[in-house]
């Protein structure tokens, strides 16, 4: 994965900071545009995965839309150049300035999550005498089989409407003058593997659907929202997700009808793989019981482990070219951060190769909600990050 003249460059930077192989980036945007372009799919990515500007220009040349959650990943996604035709705005909390900064901007749509957000969504466009055009999201209650953190299509969790709700909900509509409904939204969890899961939302959305058409209202799209998570255990063998099963699944049980368009939402499967954080052993302690490599990135370069009991995998870099060739022998290290919390931790008893000070690490597929989650608790440093071809 990293030849020893990109180590070579690592050695020489400040650490911690992130790095973007951006040649590969590039492979997977590539494979996912030419299967999009194949099933005739709309693809809006997920800015809140990782909103680098470097990064954001690569996806909006492919022709992706923007997802986006808040007023300024809205302004970001405008000033970057996507257009604000394929800008999408979601989040059950939207303030008034928010919606009013998009629009100012005539985005696509506002997906929306509650009964109170559409009618306030109607009094502010109507105050600049325009029409919003919104997607419902509609909490479809199928269990994504993910991390419960990251679970948001159950009816315990606080995204989307309820379809209970719906019927009345449509009464409400028709006093809405300034509400354009032209779409339905779902997006069920994030890092999902069980593909089946997308198998059964589709069979949801199917009967939604159905129910909406019977009601006389037509749905322009479907925004099946994101989701598809990545292979954290093996980076290197499985560099791209599975992007092929997941658009065949969507193709095969997704009934659209005519000239209706089908959106998705995808943040993690696209930029998870291209990011690694980089960081330093700056101590090896041994414990009573555990041996612990301490390196210069915590939880405030990297929070998901942390937030979510995320693997990640742990590479010593430095080592690794180091012994190449020989059976060295591995030890195991629990591999933390400076940062005083106990749940500073990257990884327990990690196998690496005979770790010291000085020795570069690399914390894998951190390319999603890793760098957007930096915070400066502890007062930390912030380096720059790296990208390369
Ligand atoms: C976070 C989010 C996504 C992206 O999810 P991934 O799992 O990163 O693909 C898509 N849509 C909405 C509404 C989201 O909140």
């Known amino acids: 994965m990293f030849s020893s003249m990109i180590i070579e460059k690592f050695q020489q930077q400040s650490t911690p900071f992130y790095h973007y192989d951006l040649g590969l980036l590039n492979k997977t945007i590539e494979h996912v545009a030419g299967l999009a372009k194949k099933y005739q799919f709309d693809i809006h990515y997920a800015l809140k995965a990782n909103s680098n500007e470097p990064i954001l220009k690569l996806l909006k040349d492919a022709g992706f839309g923007a997802d986006c959650v808040s007023g300024n990943e809205v302004k970001l996604a405008a000033k970057v150049g996507f257009d604000a035709k394929s800008i999408l705005f979601a989040g059950v909390g939207k303030t008034d300035k928010e919606i009013n900064i998009a629009l100012d901007l005539d985005i696509k749509a506002f ?97 939604i659907s159905n129910w909406f058409k019977e009601q006389g209202i037509n749905i322009e799209h479907l925004n099946l929202g994101g989701g598809l998570g990545i292979d954290y255990q093996q980076p290197d063998e499985h560099c791209i997700a599975d992007f092929e099963q997941y658009f065949a699944i969507f193709d095969e049980f997704l009934e659209r009808k005519h000239d209706q368009q089908v959106h998705f939402e ?54 690794s070219t180091a012994t190449a060739d020989k059976d060295t022998e591995k030890v195991l290290y629990d591999v933390v951060g400076p940062i005083c919390e106990s749940t500073d931790c990257f990884g327990r008893a ?40």
């Open 111 to 207: 997906n929306c999550e509650s009964v109170q957000e559409i009618e306030i969504l109607n009094e502010l466009a109507a105050a600049k005498n325009k029409t919003a055009e919104i997607s419902l999201r509609i909490n479809p209650n199928v269990d994504a089989k993910t991390h419960k953190y990251i679970t948001t299509g159950l009816d315990e969790n606080k995204f989307g409407i309820n379809q209970a709700d719906l019927a009345q909900l449509l009464q409400t509509l028709k006093q809405l003058n300034h509400i354009q409904l032209t779409g339905l939204h779902f997006h069920i969890g994030s890092q999902i593997t069980d593909l089946n899961v997308f198998k059964g939302l589709c069979l949801r959305v199917n009967e």
């Open 266 to 319: 995808l943040g993690r499967s696209i930029v998870a793989q291209c990011g690694n954080l980089i960081t330093r052993v700056v101590f090896i302690k041994n414990g009573l019981n555990t041996n612990f490599a301490i390196v210069d990135a915590g939880m405030t370069e990297l929070m998901r482990p942390a937030l979510y009991q995320s693997y990640h995998q742990i590479d010593n870099l430095t080592a």
């Open 350 to 389: 990690v196998e690496l190769p005979e770790s010291k000070r000085g020795d570069i690490i690399a914390i894998r597929s951190a390319g999603a909600y890793g760098e957007v989650m930096v915070s400066n608790y502890n007062l930390r440093d912030r380096n720059s990050p790296l990208y390369t071809a």
